[in-house]
């Protein structure tokens, strides 16, 4: 069975930090994309950041470029996000996701993933 568990989110204060981590298990993704989406309450889910295999290039949603960095560490299967400057519009809970698809001509676009993890809660209060 595989699952994709994050952990890492909670209350912060607008200019802190939070590094987030997901850990799958039952399946390796190195080879497949693997991603951070967002969802705050009455908005539809949005891309954060991601990448399409070990060693391919990283992808950003515009807002959290030079504040957010992604990587990965296929040895623990794990994906990471690392939030700095944190504002009060990032508040939202954050999911991790997992593709199966090899070609993925862009990384944004939830429908494509097949493995979610529960989602963990981030606030940033100002």
């Known amino acids: 069975q595989v699952q994709l568990v994050e952990s890492g989110g909670g209350l912060v204060q607008a200019g802190d930090s939070l590094r987030l981590s997901c850990e799958a298990s039952?399946?390796?993704?190195?080879?497949?994309?693997m991603a951070w989406f967002r969802q705050a309450p009455g908005k539809e889910r949005e891309f954060v950041a991601g990448?399409?295999?070990?060693?391919?290039?990283?992808f950003y949603e515009d807002s959290v470029k030079g504040r957010f960095t992604f990587s990965r560490d296929d040895a623990k299967n794990t994906v990471y996000l690392q939030m700095n400057s944190l504002k009060p519009e990032d508040t939202a809970v954050y999911y991790c996701?997992?593709?199966?698809?090899?070609?993925?001509?862009?990384?944004?676009?939830?429908?494509?993933?097949?493995?979610w993890g529960q989602g963990t809660q981030v606030t940033v209060s100002s």
């Open positions: 996701a997992a593709a199966l698809k090899t070609y993925m001509p862009t990384l944004e676009f939830p429908r494509d993933y097949f493995y």
């Open positions: 990448s399409r295999m070990r060693g391919d290039s990283i």
């Open positions: 039952g399946r390796t993704f190195s080879r497949y994309p």
